[in-house]
Antibody
Framework: QVQLQESGPGLVKPSQTLSLTCTVSGDSLDSGSYYWSWIRQHPGKGLEWIGYIYHSGGTFYNPSLKSRLSISVDTSKNEFSLKLNSVTAADTAVYYC?????????????????WGQGTKVTVSS | QSVLTQPPSVSGTPGQRVTISCSGSSSNIGSNAVNWYQQLPGSAPKLLIYSNSQRPSGVPARFSASKSGTSASLAISGLQSEDEADFHCEAWDDSLNGRVFGGGTKLTVL
């Protein structure tokens, strides 16, 4: 059974860097069968896709976040990570990681089929 | 303001059929596939429909979806109390070069 678990600080100060890790169990990031995504949900709002990474380290980011965003992978630990710098209150959200199914081009994808439970991050001084 | 437009809420009674709409444009729904997610209260989203109308294994046939032009819709037949959740549509947007979501629709089973 594949499971994803987010971890990281629940409180980040404005202008600092938000760092989260997603640990995957029951599947190997090295298998190359899937991509691995980050998504967030602002309080009481809809979902926002942040970006994804492949086991090789290839990434694709939401253009609106690209200048502040970095997603990396550590296949030896079977985990992938998110770093979002220069955060503001607008980055306060529940952050999810998910297993993603992407085709030969980023626009061809087949949904995020397994999600972590989510972790709440608040940006406040 | 979400790129894809969904009604904030819909409701129905047990056994009824309800539909949830998702309206977009030629740069997203009009030219790309739509996925749907169900988010039960206090839980993470769950993939409900992918590629416009395909159900992942384990999703009941009561859930169906279709797309026409720049709009998509999710239908739930034989409504059950456990269907009460938020539903989100998603598609790729060629102009934004990224994925976009609707604002979500809260389904209430009366």
């Amino acid at each position: 059974q594949v499971q994803l678990q987010e971890s990281g600080p629940g409180l980040v100060k404005p202008s600092q860097t938000l760092s989260l890790t997603c640990t995957v169990s029951g599947d190997s990031l090295d298998s190359g069968s899937y991509y691995w995504s980050w998504i967030r949900q602002h309080p009481g709002k809809g979902l926002e896709w942040i970006g994804y990474i492949y086991h090789s380290g290839g990434t694709f980011y939401n253009p609106s976040l690209k200048s502040r965003l970095s997603i990396s992978v550590d296949t030896s630990k079977n985990e992938f990570s998110l770093k979002l710098n220069s955060v503001t209150a607008a980055d306060t959200a529940v952050y999810y990681c998910a297993r993603d199914q992407v085709g030969f081009h980023p626009k061809y994808y087949y949904g995020m089929d397994i999600w972590g439970q989510g972790t709440k991050v608040t940006v406040s001084s | 303001q979400s790129v894809l437009t969904q009604p904030p809420s819909v409701s129905g009674t047990p056994g009824q059929r309800v539909t949830i709409s998702c309206s977009g444009s030629s740069s997203n729904i009009g030219s790309n596939a739509v996925n749907w997610y169900q988010q039960l209260p206090g839980s993470a989203p769950k993939l409900l429909i992918y590629s416009n109308s395909q159900r992942p294994s384990g999703v009941p046939a009561r859930f169906s979806a279709s797309k026409s032009g720049t709009s998509a819709s999710l239908a739930i037949s034989g409504l059950q109390s456990e269907d009460e959740a938020d539903f989100h549509c998603e598609a790729w947007d060629d102009s934004l070069n990224g994925r976009v979501f609707g604002g979500g629709t809260k389904l209430t089973v009366l």
